[in-house]
């Protein structure tokens, strides 16, 4: 059975940070490629992080030096630490495979997401 749940979403003020988490099926999680995207209201969905079996990680340019992925195997959880959050980060947030997400048949599993939102 395949989960992925992300969790740790919410308001937070320009300037302000947050922790995201997501737990993944372990049959899925296992010495994969995994990454943090985002669906800005209106947009499409991007690739902002990503974390290999062996901890490399990749950013995004638009948020290089402000978020932080990491992975813990023992909890099959992937983290996104943001911090000096901008109002162009708000968007949902989502949890996946890389570079391609998670398949079930011929569709793609996605988690619900979790929103982030920075306003002042």
């Known amino acids: 059975q395949v989960h992925v749940v992300e969790s740790g979403g919410g308001l937070v003020q320009p300037g302000g940070s947050l922790r995201l988490s997501c737990v993944v099926s372990?049959?899925?999680?296992?010495?994969?490629?995994m990454a943090w995207y985002r669906q800005p209201p209106g947009a499409p969905l991007d690739l902002v992080a990503s974390i290999t079996s062996g901890g490399s990680t990749n950013y995004a340019e638009s948020v290089q030096g402000r978020f932080t992925v990491s992975r813990d195997d023992a909890r099959n959880t992937v983290y996104l630490q943001m911090n000096s959050l901008k109002p162009e980060d708000t968007a949902v947030y989502y949890c996946n495979k890389a570079p391609r997400p998670i398949r079930l048949g011929a569709m793609e599993y996605w988690g619900q997401g979790t929103q982030v939102t920075v306003s002042s």
């Open positions: 372990g049959n899925i999680f296992r010495g994969a490629f």
